[in-house]
């Protein structure tokens, strides 16, 4: 019964790293939100459609195309954009991410670029727009202290303190970029009147709103455009513009599973917990089940949720298996000094680690501490978990009827409880010799049997001789016969 629940569990675990290449392989092709053509001459660019209210799922979109786009080395980023505005929160964290892109940056206003999709396009190097299309508009009006999309109105004081602080980002974003700062204050703040070369564009009191004539109005001397470099037809005509050769364009769009991969990465904490309380149930029953299989889904789901949210890479899974291999070698078939053990312990707290870090090709190999500040809380918080967990399964749930149903029901109704309980009769107060060193769990010989058996002390040596004193679950628990 204990071989066959072994050779169940690895046959598993084979299973396992056969669905995880599995993945990797699907996940790594183009149906993952990049549509690519051709490759030939000219300048690459990556298109990132902005087509809707900017949230978090937009953001890891977002977040993922300029990664790609990075890896590939392309010459040029437009982001597509059509939208009505967001979250002030994922808005800044779009800037800062297109601010890691060394290429060309550009927006293409396809319509309208709205409250925070104005804040974004200040974001990029170059701005164009399409005939009949808006941008401005950008004060915080509804939502939470940092925010812009539903909700409350922000009280005046409250307001005062955002309206300043976007202001001052703006303005150091809009220099940063190129652009005339005093035209994005104007679209922020109604107090802030807007004039050049004598000419009122918005008078104080009003919002500043520009169509895509009046932002590409030239002022100065020398001339320079108000914001917009240009009036495009369409995104066929701004490749003719910035030279783009159409073959070497790669189109990201929104993926469905981006909105559950934002959940994913809220919850990175408690998936990590369930699954290590899952693996470890596991291997305290015998067979392959429902532990098994919990364990195994939280922690893939974990790791690829935060892979499409434009995190770690699919590589980290790999590492973690390859570390809980090592550990159920170290258990199972090296018994020795814990070297592969610690290594496999060592080698998943990685894994886990890893498998958040907002990670970009341009950062280098290692990542700095702010990398890891979130993905270090994470996995210490289910580290916390899985000790408070650990102090009350040892304490409590072996007596209790709860963890017989448990242990029933995770072999799939192979043994039932009448049959465990005769087990358990048959062998209670037997002796045996240790087959193994038992750290605490281990085989043990009683009975002319091969038995996996719990140490009821720390550990007791290979080849001495032991007696069944209790059980925990089917484990029975030996002590050492002095």
Not at 5 to 23: D, E, H, N, P, S
Not at 342 to 353: I, N, P
Not at 414 to 420: H, N, P, Q, R, V
Request: with cysteine.
């Amino acid at each position: 019964m204990r071989e066959s629940g072994k050779i169940a569990k690895f046959q598993a675990m084979r299973l396992m790293v056969i669905v995880i290449v599995f993945l990797v392989q699907m996940i790594s092709t183009d149906w993952m939100g990049g549509i690519a053509y051709g490759e030939s001459g000219g300048k690459s660019a990556y298109i990132i459609q902005i087509k809707t209210q900017i949230d978090n799922p937009l953001f890891y979109m977002v977040r993922r195309g300029i990664k790609e786009a990075m890896e590939a080395k392309a010459d040029i980023l437009i982001l597509d954009m059509k939208t009505p505005g967001g979250g002030l929160d994922e808005t800044l964290k779009i800037i800062d991410s297109l601010e890691r892109f060394q290429g060309l940056t550009v927006t293409y206003v396809n319509n309208e670029a709205i409250s925070a999709g104005a804040f974004i396009s200040y974001g990029t190097k170059k701005i164009y727009m399409s005939p009949r299309s808006v941008i401005g508009a950008s004060a915080p009006i509804m939502g939470g202290p940092v925010g812009m999309s539903s909700g409350g109105e922000i009280p005046d004081t409250l307001k005062q303190k955002v309206v300043s602080m976007i202001r001052a980002q703006m303005r150091a974003c809009a220099e940063r970029n190129n652009h005339n700062p005093d035209v994005i204050e104007a679209m922020i703040d109604p107090e802030q009147e807007l004039i050049v070369d004598g000419v009122m564009i918005s008078a104080k009191g009003e919002l500043l709103t520009l169509t895509n004539e009046e932002a590409s109005r030239c002022y100065g001397n020398p001339s320079v455009p108000l914001l917009s470099s240009g009036t495009i037809d369409s995104l066929e005509e701004l490749y003719k513009e910035l030279n783009v050769d159409k073959n070497r364009v790669v189109t990201i769009t929104p993926l469905g599973v981006e909105k559950i991969a934002s959940w994913i990465s809220n919850w990175s904490a408690i998936l990590i917990l369930v699954g290590m309380v899952a693996l470890f149930l596991e291997f305290k029953t015998p067979g392959f089940g429902i532990f098994g299989i919990v364990g195994i889904s939280a922690l893939a789901i974990y790791f690829i949720g935060n892979h499409i949210a434009g995190l770690g890479g699919l590589e980290w899974l790999i590492f973690f298996v390859i570390g809980v291999g090592l550990v159920v070698a170290e258990l199972f078939f090296i018994p020795g000094f814990g070297i592969l053990g610690a290594g496999g312990l060592l080698l998943m707290f990685a894994s886990l680690v890893m498998g958040m870090v907002d990670f970009y090709p341009s950062d280098g190999f290692l990542p700095d501490l702010n990398m890891l500040k979130k993905p270090l809380a994470n996995v210490f918080l289910a580290i916390f978990g899985m000790i408070v967990f650990l102090i009350l399964f040892a304490r409590f749930l072996p007596k209790t009827s709860i963890y017989a149903k448990m242990i029933s029901s995770s072999v799939s109704g192979a043994i039932e409880s009448k049959t465990i309980e005769k087990i358990q009769q048959e062998l209670l107060g037997k002796k045996g010799i240790s087959l193994s060193i038992l750290r605490p769990s281990g085989k043990a010989l009683i009975e002319g049997k091969a038995v996996d058996v719990i140490a009821q002390s720390d550990m007791i040596e290979k080849g001495k001789k032991v007696q069944v004193v209790s059980y925990s679950g089917v484990n029975p628990v030996v002590e050492e016969v002095k």
